[in-house]
């Protein structure tokens, strides 16, 4: 089998079904762009590699065997197939096809990763998006691995082994119940809340949006009464609700809609949270590259924004 694949390469193929169609050998020569004789001295090749005739030829016709028949039918299965591999593989070339695996915090789904990954399946419908849903810690380390190719992540600090652009800038909002003192209010400054109880996420989910909201209270001169941690954004929010304590939470937070939480901007500057898009260093895929332009234009008019001065520019 393997002398006869050997023997047997895609001129022979291209040669065969030329003739296979026009059964005449001097149509499929010029068809072909060659003088007769070479085509049928090619042909007659292609039948002693195979150990079979593939034509009945005499004067006035020539005509397929039987066997001519099913090798017909699966050399032009076997060209289509190369053909869409070719195609398949220059699509990928392009960043037009393949397997993007995306990280994000859970937050970035009330943001603007929806309209993203809409957007993106519709102009690249054979790409294929795996979406997971990380701490950021979890992000870093799959980035660093090489199990994710872009993680979305909140007040990212800067990172040797990676590229880290800053793609958005959300405001911070308060989470206060429905039936707290400053419930009524279109602003709080993070300093009236300096008595409160403050449920909080760990350190290790998202230590850069942490390290935030803990410099924003010190700013405010206290440092929060921390009687409860909560590492979901939904039992956060579902916490604030039973009255366990307030919390600081990013704008898009509000649409999960408990009626029973109000979401306050905070008054003073510096209070947005930085997302930034994350991949590893030196990567040169043309998907990656297709992806991130996109994010890139989508989120052109989010870009903007004044940074706390506590981060290092990236």
């Known amino acids: 089998m393997e002398d006869i694949a050997r023997s047997v390469d895609l001129r022979h193929l291209r040669y065969f079904l030329t003739v296979a169609d026009t059964l005449h050998f001097g149509r499929a020569a010029a068809r072909l762009g060659i003088a007769q004789p070479p085509l049928s001295q090619q042909i007659r090749r292609l039948e ?111 990172d040797e082994d990676l590229h880290i652009e800053t793609v958005m800038w959300e405001p911070l909002y308060v989470a206060l119940p429905r039936a707290h003192r400053l419930a009524g209010r279109k602003r709080v400054g993070l300093g009236e809340l300096a008595g409160d109880p ?58 999960l809609g408990w009626k029973g939480v109000r979401y306050i901007p905070i008054s003073g500057g510096q209070t947005q949270t930085r997302i930034g898009m994350a991949w590893r260093r030196g990567s040169a895929r043309p998907l990656l590259k297709v992806f991130t332009d996109l994010v890139r234009t989508l989120t052109a008019d989010r870009r903007s924004g004044a940074a706390p001065a506590s981060l290092p520019p990236l």
């Open 48 to 158: 002693d590699a195979l150990g079979l005739r593939l034509f009945e030829r005499s004067n006035r016709r020539v005509e397929l065997t039987d066997a001519g028949r099913v090798f017909r039918d699966e050399a032009t299965r076997i060209l289509a197939d190369l053909e869409g591999a070719v195609e398949a593989a220059r699509r990928a070339g392009r960043g037009e096809a393949g397997v993007l695996r995306i990280a994000f915090a859970a937050s970035m789904m009330f943001f603007a990763l929806p309209r993203m990954i809409r957007e993106f399946r519709r102009r690249y419908p054979a790409v294929r998006l795996e979406l997971r849903e990380l701490s950021t810690a979890s992000q870093l380390l799959g980035l660093r691995t090489g199990e994710l190719d872009i993680g979305f992540l909140r007040q990212p600090d800067p």
């Open 198 to 255: 403050f449920i909080m996420f760990p350190r290790e989910v998202a230590p850069g949006l942490h390290a935030q909201v803990l410099a924003l209270c010190r700013r405010a001169d206290f440092t929060p009464n921390v009687v409860q941690v909560s590492r979901e954004l939904y039992t956060t929010v579902s916490l604030v609700d039973a009255g366990v304590g307030v919390t600081v939470v990013p704008g898009s937070v509000e649409k």
